[in-house]
């Protein structure tokens, strides 16, 4: 048996899978040495943490989210405005959570929830918007066109059509 060639892309994936072993490596050395005690232990219990939402809570939802997507027309228009909200939301979860106020008042100046209620809102509506334009097109493009005239026996080809009828004849 001839031994396949390695092609351009097979060569790309091992280089990133090793420099993301050697990164993962470096970053687990650095976490045991460089790091106060009980610092490995809080990183272990987030990542079981997030291991858990995920696997336990966001992946189902998602997954059945896209079931209940499945038989609709635009339900690429709605995943993707759905998709978009959640990664904002994992995104502004650690403000929005943190517990206590800073010490520091110009670490979080904002009004968090009012701004992820308004980023989540304008997601809404423009996906609402890009959906409805969407149905729009999909329907207009299905309209029926107007039938053209039929002849005494149904046939739009009866009738000679001569010069005159077309434009190109002069009345006397």
Do not use: C, F
Request: aromatic content about 2%.
């Amino acid at each position: 048996m001839k031994p396949t060639p390695m092609t351009t892309m097979t060569v790309i994936r091992l280089l990133l899978i090793t420099t993301g072993l050697v990164l993962a490596a470096v970053g687990v050395e650095h976490l045991l040495t460089e790091t106060r005690a009980g610092t490995a232990r809080d990183v272990l219990l987030w990542a079981t943490a997030t291991l858990v939402l995920h696997d336990g809570a966001l992946a189902p939802a998602t997954l059945a989210t896209g079931l209940l997507l499945a038989g609709t027309k635009l339900r690429g228009v709605w995943r993707a405005g759905l998709l978009t909200a959640g990664a904002v939301t994992l995104v502004a979860l650690p403000v929005l959570l943190r517990p206590g106020r800073p010490t520091d008042p110009s670490v979080l100046p904002l009004n968090y929830p009012l701004g992820l209620a308004t980023v989540l809102t304008v997601i809404a509506v423009v996906t609402a918007a890009t959906a409805a334009w969407h149905h729009h097109r999909r329907h207009r493009r299905r309209s029926p066109q107007p039938e053209p005239e039929r002849g005494a026996r149904g046939d739009a080809g009866d009738a000679e059509v001569g010069a005159a009828d077309l434009g190109g004849g002069r009345e006397a």
